[in-house]
């Protein structure tokens, strides 16, 4: 999504002020690829809001600004019955649909389509112990969906290049603890000749398992360490920075799982300052027989 209705001098780091990548959206499943081979699901539902901006000094700014953004995303995942050094395989595809209304000094829009498709061409998991693993991969999220430069729109006109390492530790009787570490290397939008920063960005969960129940604490964090460039100068103080963290709850019923978490957003440095409600199933659509 993108809030190019803002315009040029607002407070928004990265191109439209977002992400290319949903900060905190990876929650329950940090490194979370079955050991098995098969075809899965994740089909996760989303409804996030924000009501203001916030300066390169994290102060929320005097424009009139609000958002809303409901999106629908299918990942699915297939694991393959083969190993590469070591570890199982797996390849990923992301689809996500958003709907985006905006309202900035009055003026609304409202605007929905396809965003950024996610393709992660080889995906590596290493089981370290019974209760905790390893993974590693490379998103390539793509310049697809319905973008427009003229407009406030739910796609991003650039790729994004996006090197992925990941660890959980969860014990099904007790602790379960994990982090995402995703960088961000932004490649330039040719319809605009922008070029947005590399980031850093951290997902992250911590709970307690209570038999098919799990409770605790996802969020995410993000930070810009390059500056945006347009048409080759550097955009000098805009780079962005956030954190949200919320409860969360899950449940594991066998042939399905399903996990709700809230994330507030409680740190926004040239960025807007969300809330974001998830609600996430993962179902296996087909597995190998006779494992």
């Known amino acids: 999504m993108t809030f190019a209705v803002l315009g040029p001098q607002s407070a928004c780091a990265f191109e439209g002020g977002?992400?290319?990548?949903p900060v905190g959206s990876t929650g329950e499943f940090i490194a979370a690829l079955p050991p098995i081979p098969g075809l899965f699901a994740v089909e996760q539902f989303n409804y996030s809001s924000s009501n203001g901006l916030y300066d390169r000094n994290g102060k929320k700014l005097p424009i009139a600004f609000k958002s809303s953004v409901y999106s629908a995303t299918t990942r699915l995942l297939a694991a393959y019955p083969?190993?590469?050094?070591g570890a199982n395989v797996y390849s990923q595809l992301v689809l996500p649909a958003?709907?985006?209304?905006?309202?900035?000094?009055?003026?609304?829009e409202t605007h929905r389509g396809l965003s950024n498709i996610t393709v992660?061409?080889?995906?590596?998991?290493?089981?370290l112990s019974q209760y905790s693993n390893i993974t590693a991969g490379l998103d390539i999220s793509l310049p697809t969906g319905s973008y427009n430069p003229n407009r406030t729109s739910v796609a991003l006109g650039y790729t994004s290049w996006q090197p992925v390492l990941a660890y959980r530790y969860n014990d099904p009787a007790g602790l379960d603890v994990g982090v995402s570490n995703r960088f961000m290397f932004n490649q330039k939008n040719g319809d605009t000749d922008y070029r947005s920063g590399s980031a850093y960005a951290a997902d992250f969960t911590a709970g307690w398992n209570f038999g098919k129940w799990k409770v605790g604490l996802v969020g995410g964090y993000l930070n810009q360490?390059?500056?945006?460039?347009q048409n080759g100068a550097v955009v000098v103080g805009n780079r962005t920075r956030s954190f949200t963290v919320g409860p969360s709850i899950a449940y594991n019923a066998g042939p399905f799982s399903i996990n709700v978490n809230y994330q507030q957003g409680t740190y926004a440095v040239n960025t807007a300052k969300s809330n974001a409600l998830w609600v996430n199933v993962a179902?296996?659509?087909?597995?190998?027989?006779?494992?």
Do not use: A, E, N, Y
């Open 18 to 21: 977002v992400s290319p990548f």
């Open 82 to 85: 083969t190993t590469l050094l």
């Open 98 to 108: 958003v709907s985006l209304h905006t309202d900035v000094q009055g003026h609304g």
């Open 120 to 127: 992660t061409p080889v995906m590596l998991r290493w089981g």
């Open 225 to 229: 360490f390059r500056d945006d460039r």
């Open 283 to 291: 179902i296996p659509l087909w597995v190998k027989q006779g494992l």
